[in-house]
């Protein structure tokens, strides 16, 4: 097994740990069970780590708990453990899974997110995300401006109780053209605002879930191409 089994003493001491510790860690084993285990947690991790074991130490289980853990070189590998104790006997059973890669992964994505996030509510494009029930999932600060709504009045909403019956309908007829073909499409589509009807050149593509299908439209109401009504 890659994962890391210990006995642990209420007390705050390894009693016993499989060698799967001293690989991860480099630590011998007789001096990973000579000191408190909370002396290898990394420091912000400290209160976290002991209000779990106070839990464990309950009788209540700790499921999926993460800290990072310092290794004989210096620095840190975060483990995501899972444990339940034996109060009676003042022991703990605990098993833990070094996720450091994984983690890694996790802040990767999360930066890309913010970024991505970023250029979306920066952009002059006026951008939005439709599910395929129709329900807007994310509308971005231009679209907000262009149609002088709070996010709150749009998100989660769809375009029949937002827009009228006729200009609704016809958003979700070419909604309805993506979600049924998978196919990226440019139309024209005439849209409401505060000074009148305008149409702009919109391209609506599909986005695919884990399994490949269409799970949502996104949006992208390009140049404007006609003032319908003043």
Same mark, same amino acid.
């Given at each position: 097994?890659?994962?890391?089994?210990?006995?642990?003493?209420?007390?705050?001491?390894?009693?016993?740990?499989?060698? !799967?510790?001293?690989?991860?860690?480099? +630590?011998?084993?007789?001096?990973? @069970?000579? @000191?408190?285990?909370?002396?290898?947690?990394?420091?912000?991790?400290?209160?976290? $780590?002991?209000?779990?074991? /106070?839990?464990?130490?309950?009788?209540?289980?700790?499921?999926?708990?993460?800290?990072?853990?310092? $290794?004989?070189? =210096? /620095?840190? @590998?975060?483990?995501?453990?899972? =444990?339940?104790?034996?109060?009676?006997?003042?022991?703990?059973?605990?098993?833990?899974? /070094?996720?450091?890669?994984?983690?890694?992964?996790?802040? &990767?994505?999360?930066?890309?997110?913010?970024?991505?996030?970023?250029?979306?509510? !920066? $952009?002059?494009?006026?951008?939005?995300?439709?599910?395929?029930?129709?329900?807007?999932? %994310?509308?971005?600060?231009? %679209?907000? &401006?262009?149609?002088?709504? &709070?996010?709150?009045?749009?998100? =989660?909403?769809?375009?029949?109780?937002?827009?009228?019956?006729?200009?609704?309908?016809?958003?979700?007829? !070419?909604?309805?053209?993506?979600?049924?073909?998978?196919? @990226?499409?440019?139309?024209?589509? $005439?849209?409401?605002?505060?000074? =009148?009807?305008?149409? +702009?050149?919109?391209?609506?593509?599909?986005?695919?879930?884990?399994?490949?299908?269409?799970?949502?439209?996104?949006?992208?109401?390009?140049?404007?191409?006609?003032?319908?009504?003043?």
């Amino acid at each position: 097994s890659l994962d890391l089994f210990c006995i642990a003493s209420v007390s705050g001491f390894f009693l016993r740990v499989n060698p !799967n510790f001293s690989r991860v860690l480099g +630590y011998p084993d007789e001096l990973l @069970r000579s @000191r408190p285990f909370l002396d290898f947690v990394h420091p912000d991790d400290v209160p976290a $780590t002991q209000e779990a074991v /106070d839990r464990v130490a309950q009788g209540q289980p700790v499921v999926r708990f993460r800290n990072r853990f310092r $290794t004989a070189s =210096g /620095d840190f @590998r975060w483990f995501e453990w899972n =444990g339940r104790a034996l109060p009676e006997e003042g022991t703990i059973f605990a098993t833990a899974r /070094d996720i450091t890669d994984q983690v890694r992964l996790e802040e &990767e994505l999360r930066a890309r997110e913010r970024r991505e996030h970023a250029i979306l509510e !920066n $952009t002059p494009a006026v951008i939005y995300v439709k599910s395929r029930d129709g329900l807007y999932e %994310y509308v971005n600060q231009r %679209y907000l &401006e262009v149609f002088t709504l &709070e996010a709150e009045a749009i998100v =989660g909403r769809r375009d029949h109780d937002v827009f009228p019956r006729e200009i609704a309908d016809q958003f979700r007829a !070419n909604d309805q053209l993506v979600l049924e073909s998978g196919d @990226r499409i440019t139309i024209q589509e $005439t849209v409401p605002q505060d000074h =009148g009807l305008h149409t +702009y050149v919109t391209t609506k593509v599909p986005l695919v879930d884990p399994h490949g299908q269409v799970a949502a439209v996104a949006a992208h109401l390009g140049m404007k191409a006609v003032l319908v009504q003043e």
